[in-house]
């Protein structure tokens, strides 16, 4: 699973206009009727919450871990994301069996073999819900993620943003511009990093450091409300 991804976010009135340009060039995950798949993520980070501070703080090497659970089948991974200097990530994972708190022997060795962080020093943290829709061109190995109605929650908090699509192009390392690139530069919509961690990481936990997605923010809240807002 190593890729390059690039993230894009706009208005959902756009998506039906996306979808219908791109029916002749990606074909659509269907799995026993369903044509978007409930995902719940709950990430990990430690009481000075390190993984966030590094992607705010523009760090180009960084973690994230997360307990990720495809609703629809019931199948439950840990996995560790691990992005470089050179925009690459790798994602690695191991098939989780059943619930527990804190983490198991097998686990904890996953977790430190793959990351610099120690399992004890790890708490739970924000926790994601979205549905998610999967383009695929299979000649070119390139995947698209659509994720709609994103939910964040921490603690007795919760907010939803159901205006925003938060779309990703994951392709192989050195490909070119591919289809879905061109297809989202004609609706104007440009590439827009943020992290879904971090983003709920923002909205929920009003104490972490944020000015650096200020910005971010600002924009995202005129991409909610105007959906010629790119």
Known sequence: MKRIDTKYVFH??????????????????????????????????TIDHKMYLRHHNGFQTRYKIRT?????????????????????TDKMRMILTDKRDGFSEEEIRFIESKSPYKALDLRKSV??????????????????????????????SKVCLDNLIICEVKKEPGQFVTPMEHLLRDLRIKPFRISKYCLGSVLLKKELKSN???????????????DNAQ
């Open 212 to 226: 650096l997605y200020k910005e971010k923010i600002m924009s995202l809240n005129k991409k909610l409300k105007n």
């Open 127 to 156: 926790i994601s819900n979205f549905k998610r829709i999967t383009l695929a061109n299979r000649k070119l190995m390139e995947r698209i993620t659509i994720d709609t109605i994103p939910e964040f929650m921490y603690e007795d």
């Open 68 to 88: 990720r659970e495809y609703v629809e089948s019931g199948m439950r991974f840990l996995e560790i994301k691990a992005r470089n200097n050179k925009r690459k």
């Open 12 to 45: 959902k009135s756009i998506l039906p206009d996306l979808l219908l340009a791109a029916k002749d060039t990606y074909e659509l995950l269907k799995i026993d009727e369903h044509l978007a798949f409930n995902y719940l993520t709950e990430y990990f980070d």
